[in-house]
């Protein structure tokens, strides 16, 4: 679990310094290879939409299939959501009272070794069970995903919060 928190660390310094024109991270992955590889970056933009598709479909299973088993939720003003359990939990309790349709624009996509992140937008609906209006949604999120010894991406880490548009 160290480990994990050490790469974690590392990750969220190289996406501060990406901007400022590279780094000894960001050049160390691309120096072996590793970084940024279509293969890659279509995989972990297919998470991105499935786990899109599953909200719309209301289907917490679906959605399930997307994260690591550590994986760590940290929803907007509130408190971490630890774990596959507790994360299943809290997509049921949500279909439960809303349906969604949503759509998601990755902004930004990059790999490191067998850790990646993508960050972009959320846009749409929620619409209430009961009989109350429908929320919109305009939301920005980073996906911390991490490659499973299989292959396959899962997220490891997602966070959001509301933004509003220019213009807005």
Known sequence: MQNNCI????LFLACLLIPCGGTAIGAQANHRGQAN????????RAVTAGIIAADNKGDAVAVMQ????????LPPNGAPVTGKDAI???YEEG?????????SSSEETHVFGDWAFDRGTTEGKA????DEPS????DKYV?????????????ARLMWNAFEPAGA
Do not use: M, S
Not at 37 to 44: G, R
Not at 135 to 138: D, E, K, L, N, W
Not at 146 to 151: C, I, K, S, T
């Open 7 to 10: 790469v974690v660390r590392n």
């Open 37 to 44: 590889q279509p293969a890659d970056l279509a995989a972990i």
């Open 66 to 73: 997307f994260y690591a088993d550590d994986a760590i939720l």
């Open 88 to 90: 299943r939990t809290r």
């Open 95 to 103: 279909f439960r009272h809303f349906r969604f349709a949503i759509f």
């Open 127 to 130: 619409i209430p069970k009961a």
């Open 135 to 138: 929320r919109q949604i305009h």
């Open 143 to 155: 996906v911390i995903l991490h490659r499973e010894p299989g292959g396959a991406w899962k997220i």
